[in-house]
């Protein structure tokens, strides 16, 4: 059965299953009940389930992640809302002290069935304090699992694996995709949770992506195909685990990587991108790794400079032919 | 205080003290590494706050935890093994002296982090409420950790949504070296709780009686619906901060002062006197006059002999846990990856995506 979705509604429909089958599910965030959520994804569930299930918070990030592990500790299945993740910095602790460490801590006593939603990326215009994107800082904790759904069909799949698994799983959300919509099949089985997917296949490159801007490289991927350039995209889906081995098998038949990442360049998730990959395929690559990614700046406020601190799809089309060796043809 | 109840209150005071004395040897010996806080001084809360609560209640503890361990009954060797890193440790080695975790007996983890113990605990008091059980959570915190914002925000909704979270207060009136009014603008850590409308009361946490009293009044409370409740029991660790710190930043002449209200003296004291007067005999009714007396009759008193025989017995118990822990092996690596994945056993990766 294939619906057409907002991504907002996907999630919404997720939540929505998953509280209605299993009453260990329940929801917690700032203004996700009465409200709705900020971007809709908890829309109707407080009339249906109750304030108990879909619990309007105090503005206490550091303090409802922290009651979110509690929750898990108990077999509960704490679905945090966390409104954007500029505000997870006040809940590290709770994420990376706890949630993360505890089953490992216990010498693997622990499930912790603990799900933590936040939307982030670069908007439109929201200032450097809510704009950024953060990925790598939780990439760098082992026990932590990291789900980046770019589609609608993802959202609906990875949400709800993510509240099925027993470890800590990061939904981060891209705030400019929400109204993006999408072709939904709600009863296929759904690949691993972790699993790349190449979105495109090609011959000549390999554009590695997640989230909105895996959706910017199958853009670029259209207009390098005029230029005759085949691009393979591979959207990760996962960045942690990362699926290697999608991405090395492409790599064994295009011989050159492009990673395009929104978030800031430096020490980030295309250098782990590049490094791990090239520790599998050093002798598959014809051309050095080249990296599209974020200024390493605040994101500014003004419009234009905001859109030319991340890449733009013309940014991924220039890299991509220059990496494939080739030139633009004019016009 | 009947004498069942006194006589583990006893066992649980000494064994607490000899067990930390001895682990403070054993680091001395270089079977214990890394950071070993020690609790003697403090034992009475500790024994008297879990012997109040029922095995179904929910504990989070901080760093300073062994004594709460053993009283909640997590065995002597597995404690002992788990301070020595050894793979019999409760927690394989894995967590070592500040995590100690024993999911069966609802002993839910050692916070080394000043402040965690708010929101753990008021999650799982969120998770008892929703499902409507009647198990409550007893959430330790020292002075130091009133400071914290997630003491606030945890107080916050705890107290809004009537969660069953008992707050204790270890007031050893130190954070490591900075004593409590250096630290503290309010320094009666109860009355914080009045922002929050949670009742709290100040107690004497020397006393192990007057501790259990106070804890099966407020849980008496939490029980019947009533939200949230503080207690903050003053009380003195003789010993540093840590291993590593000598506590010399503490005047000789407090130390001194509270030396003579060491917590273990005072419940052999309270055990030595424990005999029932005339009067309490008489005060109890006729008709429970034989039933005491019967009582008294049939069991020994705690005399000293009986006093020192506990004390032999636990010598054995805490030199039995040592050997254990000894011939305990070391975990291996797969021990430490079985423990960061063990929650993804019904999950089958992909070829070469697991981190290794």
């Not at chain 1, 409200?35 to 303090?63: F, H, N, Q």
């Amino acid at each position: 059965m294939t619906e057409t979705l907002m991504l907002w509604q996907a999630l919404n429909r997720a939540l929505d299953i998953e509280m209605a089958s299993d009453e260990s599910v329940f929801t917690l965030g700032e203004d996700v009940g009465l409200y709705g959520g900020s971007y809709r994804v908890t829309e109707g569930l407080y009339a249906k389930y109750g304030e108990w299930r879909v619990r309007d918070t105090p503005i206490s990030e550091g303090g409802f992640t922290g009651l979110g592990v509690g929750a898990a500790l108990t077999g509960m299945r704490p679905v945090v809302e966390i409104m954007t993740i500029n505000f997870a910095l006040l809940a590290l602790d709770a994420i990376i002290n706890m949630a993360a460490k505890i089953p490992f801590m216990s010498g693997g006593q622990f499930p912790m069935p603990l799900v933590i939603r936040m939307p982030g990326g670069v908007a439109k215009q929201l200032a450097a304090q809510h704009s950024q994107r953060l990925e790598h800082t939780l990439m760098n904790v082992p026990g932590l699992r990291i789900v980046v759904p770019a589609t609608p069909q993802d959202a609906w799949w990875q949400l709800r694996q993510a509240i099925a698994s027993d470890e800590p799983v990061i939904v981060l959300e891209h705030e400019l995709l929400y109204f993006e919509k999408g072709e939904v099949d709600l009863t296929t089985v759904p690949p691993p949770m972790h699993q790349a997917i190449v979105r495109r296949a090609g011959t000549d490159l390999t554009i590695v992506s997640y989230s909105r801007m895996a959706n910017l490289a199958l853009s670029a991927a259209q207009q390098l195909a005029d230029q005759n350039i085949q691009a393979e995209v591979i959207d990760l889906r996962s960045l942690s685990p990362i699926d290697w081995e999608t991405c090395a098998a492409s790599l064994r038949k295009t011989h050159r990587l492009l990673v395009v990442e929104e978030d800031c360049r430096f020490a980030g998730t295309g250098a782990e991108i590049i490094a791990g990959l090239t520790e599998r395929c050093f002798f598959e690559l014809d051309a050095v790794p080249v990296r599209v990614a974020g200024l390493d700046m605040p994101t500014p406020f003004n419009a234009e400079l905001e859109a030319a601190s991340i890449p733009r799809v013309e940014d991924i089309v220039a890299a991509a032919s220059q990496l494939a060796g080739t030139t633009p043809r004019p016009g | 205080m009947d004498r069942d109840t006194l006589h583990k209150f006893l066992y649980d005071m000494l064994l607490a003290r000899a067990f930390e004395e001895r682990a403070a040897q054993e680091y001395s010996n270089g079977n214990i590494a890394g950071f070993l806080h020690l609790y003697p001084g403090e034992e009475a809360v500790a024994v008297g706050v879990i012997h109040a609560a029922e095995p179904s209640d929910y504990l989070v503890t901080t760093y300073r935890e062994h004594v709460h361990a053993l009283v909640r009954g997590i065995p002597p060797r597995q404690v002992m093994a788990e301070l020595f890193g050894r793979r019999d440790g409760i927690c394989k080695g894995m967590g070592g002296s500040m995590h100690l975790f024993d999911r069966e007996r609802r002993f839910m983890g050692g916070y080394a982090i000043v402040g965690e113990t708010f929101p753990v605990a008021t999650g799982i008091g969120y998770s008892v409420a929703l499902r409507d059980l009647p198990e409550a959570v007893i959430c330790f915190f020292g002075d130091g950790a009133v400071n914290q914002g997630t003491f606030h925000e945890a107080l916050n909704m705890a107290a809004l949504w009537k969660l069953p979270v008992l707050f204790v207060c270890e007031n050893n009136h130190y954070q490591i070296g900075t004593e409590i009014h250096r630290h503290s603008a309010v320094v009666d850590v109860h009355k914080r709780a009045c922002a929050y409308n949670i009742p709290a009361e100040k107690l004497d946490g020397m006393d192990v009686i007057n501790v259990y009293e106070a804890t099966r009044h407020a849980l008496t409370q939490i029980r019947a619906g009533n939200g949230p409740q503080l207690l903050e029991f003053e009380t003195y660790r003789f010993r540093g901060h840590s291993m590593a710190d000598a506590g010399n930043y503490r005047p000789r002449a407090e130390v001194n002062s509270q030396s003579g209200r060491d917590p273990v003296d005072t419940v052999i004291h309270e055990a030595e006197i424990g005999y029932p007067t005339q009067a309490e005999i008489a005060a109890a009714g006729p008709d429970l006059v034989d039933q005491l007396v019967c009582h008294v009759a049939a069991a020994d008193h705690f005399n000293e002999q009986h006093i020192d025989s506990v004390r032999r017995e636990i010598d054995k118990v805490v030199e039995d846990a040592v050997q254990f822990a000894l011939a305990s092996p070391p975990p291996d690596m797969q021990d430490a990856r079985d423990s960061l994945y063990c929650n993804r056993k019904h999950e089958t990766l992909l070829e070469g995506s697991q981190h290794d």
